[in-house]
Every structure is written in C-alpha cells, then in structure tokens.
C-alpha cells in the first residue's frame, strides 16, 4: 500500500502547549498537504509542501518536509481546543500523470481546556 | 451554494440493494475525487475524475462499484448489490487545479452508508 502513516494516532494535551504531529510516506512525492478534519465533518485544506521545500509556515501552523527521509511533521503552536481534530497528511506521486492525493492514517488531537 | 454537497448526508439500506451517492462540485472546478472512510480510520482513494475522464479508477474494490461524471459537474457514485462491508462514510472533493502542483482539494460533508 502507497498510504503514509502518521504518529502518534493519537495525541491529547493541554491548552497553550504545542502539538507535533509527524507523518511518513513511501514515495518520491511532488507535494504533500496536510488537512484538519472535525468528527464527523470533511476535511479542511490546511497548508501545502512543495518537494523542493524544507519549510513552511501559515499562522500558528508550520510545516517541514524531509525528503530524504521522506518524512514530514504539522507543529501547531499555542494550541486551542478549538484545535481538537484529526490532521492527515497527504502526499502525490511524482510518477508521471499522477494526480492521485494518497492520505496516511490520521492523528486524533485533543486539546485539554 | 459555494461548497462541495453531498447527498444524502445519511443512508441505510439492506444487504444486496443498490444505492446511489451524488456529488455536486464546487462550480468551475474541473477535478473531482470520490474517498471512502471506515470508521475511525483514514481515507481510502477510490477513483478520480479530470472533467468527465476517469484517469485513474484503480481504488475501486470491486465489479460492484462504478462512478460517472457528466457535463463536467455532478458525480454519481454507484454500489451494486451492497455488502456490509461497504458500511462507511464516502467522501468526494473537488479541485480547481491539478493536485500534483498546488491543487488542494475541497471536501464535501460526506455521505454515510450503512448497510444492514
């Protein structure tokens, strides 16, 4: 399976902390995305990585991409339980015509008020 | 209205019927994408539709399973003879460019399948 992974699966804690989420692929990637979902909701479009980028900020939101380790990780700063959601990553194929957005496994975090 | 919408948000049907999901994409976007959700779990692809081409259906676990697009809008997502194992949350998406450069996708709310 081409599906990355996302560690932890499940992260809690507590409000103002900060929150890493890390995510691994298989791959070699043209971008990978990250994306915020509520229970029971769709998913939300957070913030894209390009392949030859390292690192990448949006508010309280910053991204780094490794792609000899093809690995990346979601920070979010001075967490809110409005935070409280699950975040896949998502990353394309560079192969060719591939416009496939594969999705790793997903991160549950909550946030302790 | 201006997102993704999916209907119907909720279906139960029993074991061998046939249902049928529809997606209506955000207007212009020519980029649509059908996902399946289990409970608890990430997002499966399924197949995915360049105007109303299918250039890659390889996610869909069976014979039983067909999508179509026409005029380049609504998609229809069909399961034939349903299994229980067909019971999750089908999402769709849609995009304006292609995802492989900066193309983000747009979910809609999902439909949820339960099969009895």
């Known amino acids: 399976s081409q599906q990355g992974e996302e560690d932890p699966q499940a992260l809690s804690i507590q409000e103002g902390e900060n929150a890493t989420m890390n995510c691994s692929y298989k791959?070699?990637?043209?971008?990978l995305q990250w994306y915020r979902q509520n229970s029971g909701r769709g998913l939300v479009h957070l913030i894209l990585?390009?392949?030859?980028?390292r690192e990448k900020h949006s508010g309280r939101l910053r991204v780094t991409l490794d792609t000899s380790k093809k690995s990346s990780s979601l920070l979010i700063t001075a967490s809110r339980a409005a935070d409280t959601a699950s975040y896949f990553c998502?990353?394309?194929?560079?192969?060719?015509?591939?416009?496939?957005?594969?999705f790793g496994t997903g991160t549950r975090l909550t946030i302790i008020p | 209205g201006a997102g993704v919408s999916q209907s119907p948000s909720n279906k139960v049907t029993e074991k061998g019927k046939d249902v049928e999901l529809r997606c209506d994409p955000i207007?212009?976007?020519?980029?649509l994408y059908w996902y399946r959700q289990s409970l608890g779990q990430g997002l499966e692809f399924l197949i995915y539709?360049?105007?109303?081409?299918?250039?890659?259906k390889s996610g869909l676990p069976s014979d039983r399973f067909s999508a179509e697009r026409t005029g380049g809008s609504v998609s229809t997502l069909t399961i034939q003879r349903t299994q229980q194992e067909d019971s999750a949350v089908y999402l769709c998406?849609?995009?304006?460019?292609?995802?492989?450069?900066?193309?983000?996708?747009?979910f809609g709310e999902g439909s949820r399948l339960t099969v009895l």
């Open positions: 998502a990353h394309v194929g560079s192969n060719f015509g591939n416009e496939k957005l594969t």
């Open positions: 207007s212009g976007h020519t980029a």
């Open positions: 998406a849609s995009s304006t460019g292609v995802v492989s450069n900066t193309g983000e996708l747009f």
């Open positions: 539709f360049q105007g109303n081409s299918a250039p890659d």
């Open positions: 990585i390009r392949s030859n980028e």
């Open positions: 791959t070699s990637i043209n971008n």
